[in-house]
């Protein structure tokens, strides 16, 4: 073990570890630049991404064709308004390459995401893409404090996903000793963190949850070891479980956002402020719509990410609609940096459930959970149709500070919970206690709900 | 005077329970007494038992929510009316029983019956004169390990 840990290690107490400030990052320089300048960057590269698809991509071509729009028209930032949307619809449609712009000799890797229904959907990456994927997340773990000498274990999926290579090669771009661990196997996970002497991991928050919860059935106290952050993304999660997540570790929990149709993760992350997400605006350009209008709504408004690469020329996407549902902050980040911030992302328009005609983001019952409990417990959602009409169930993993040796302790409980998830939802849920381990645990994003209308119809 | 009461939770369904009682069986840890209560949903084992660290350590290994609760014994005789009696203290003590269950094993020919108090060391003050508490290893002696 390098002699830095070991001096870490003695001060490291059951509290919560300081962050220290770090040096600047040379490769953070990007993340610093004068508005104007980024403005004539983003435009510049604007206008490249749309003469590439324009010629290459027959269905942009078509698009824009049919609204009589010349690549020509886009003469500033703003016009990128004329621009029609791009859909995961459009991603299936030309399902595999329909939406590639550079040839195959220059395409040099392709992931493809798992697409819960039907085929999935495919993404290429030139030599050149690959270095501004790996840029971009060398950025992120820059802006968290990420350095050379920094042990990182990648427990993010590899393979068509995007979440473990992109984190990979994002670490090891930045000079970290990268363990390429995978998701699975939680006990050899927590094994290699004591035993390497991990400082950084990498996963969904969900996952880490879990690595927390083996860790302690081992008899491994994370907040003694010497792991000090986590990367944490590709699903929406809350401040509460960040809370969670950061006390019974003692690792600092930052937030790294990507999607693969874009570039996978590393579009955008937390910096030390841990306020928002910085977009690496000069790669990924950000807009906010009305996801019902489609019309562009201003910095502050609540509304659905559209994202346009504008550095990426095997597939570029050119407002591409995310389904995320956040907003661009207007206040300037404390940590400096000028590239601009979106709000913490708690809702996918694609988890939203409608039942009785109500609109339901899983988060939302997470909120109303955490509002009666300090600990997040383990829980899920389950939707059924009994005679045509639709019930939500959430079924609640007793823990420590659930049980109760009374039996009306453990009722009174979970009435509360239920008149939580009621005032904000609503409509009446019927809350379930279930006994610990007996929800299925995930390896990658957390499956919050089962939807069992269908089968019961 | 006061005793170790492991509770346990259980889902509604067949075989949790036994699921418990075996475990325990099969690591040759003898229970004691025990009780059950019951809501629509679930219920909550609660149990007597010698060696109640080892039974806790080796519940909460196999994933068992366990709560170790302080209860009361008080010795009672075998004759009609010695719970009422014992009952009749409580109330002039203004005493609040949770809940409370017998415990039919031979201490010299009596029994006892074990009490869930809210705050139990202001129960025992007040009533450790008048009614007679068993000691815990008073209570084991004769129950086989």
Known sequence: M???????????????????????????????????????????????????????????????????????????????????????????????????????????????????????????????????????????????????????????????????????????????????????????QVMLMKDFGVTCVACTPSYFLHMIETAEKMGVDMRELPVRLGIFGAEPWTEAMRSQIEKKSGIKAYDIYGLSEIVGPGVGCSCLEQEGLHIFEDFFYPEIIDPATGEVLPDGTEGELVLTTLAKHAMPMIRYRTRDITSIMTSKCACGRTIRRISKIGRRSDDMFIIRGVNVFPTQIETAIMSVESVLPVYQIILTRDHGLDNIEVDIEVNETIFHDRVSAIEDIRHTISHAIERILGIRVFVKMCAPNSIPRSEGKAKRVIDRRNLNA | MKLKQISLFVENKPGTVNSALKLLADNGINISTLSLSDSKFFGVLRLLIRDWEKARDLLEAHDFAVKITDVVAIEVDHAAGSLSKVLEVLDRHQVNIEYLYAFAAGLHGKAAIIFRFADPDDAISKIRSELKLVEPLDLFREIPN
């Open chain 1, 2 to 188: 390098r002699p830095a840990l070991k001096n870490k290690k003695l001060t490291q107490g059951t509290i919560m570890k300081p962050t220290k400030a770090v040096p600047m990052n040379p490769i953070s320089a990007m993340d610093f630049i004068p508005q104007e300048q980024l403005h004539s960057l983003q435009l510049a590269r604007l206008r490249e991404m749309v003469d590439l698809a324009y010629a290459n991509v027959p269905l942009f071509k078509a698009r824009l064709d049919e609204r009589s729009i010349k690549p020509d028209d886009i003469q500033k930032l703003e016009d990128i308004r004329l621009l029609p949307f791009t859909v995961k619809a459009d991603l299936r449609d030309t399902y595999p390459f329909g939406l590639f712009a550079s040839p195959m000799k220059d395409i040099v890797r392709l992931h493809a995401s798992s697409g819960t229904t039907g085929k999935p959907i495919v993404v290429a990456y030139t030599r050149q893409d690959l270095d501004v994927w790996s840029t971009a997340v060398a950025r992120a773990l820059a802006a968290v404090g990420v350095h050379e000498g920094d042990i990182a274990q990648i427990s993010y999926g590899y393979g068509l996903f995007t979440g473990g290579l992109g984190a990979h090669s994002g670490f090891e771009k930045i000079g970290a000793t990268v363990i390429p661990a995978s998701g699975g196997n939680t006990e050899r």
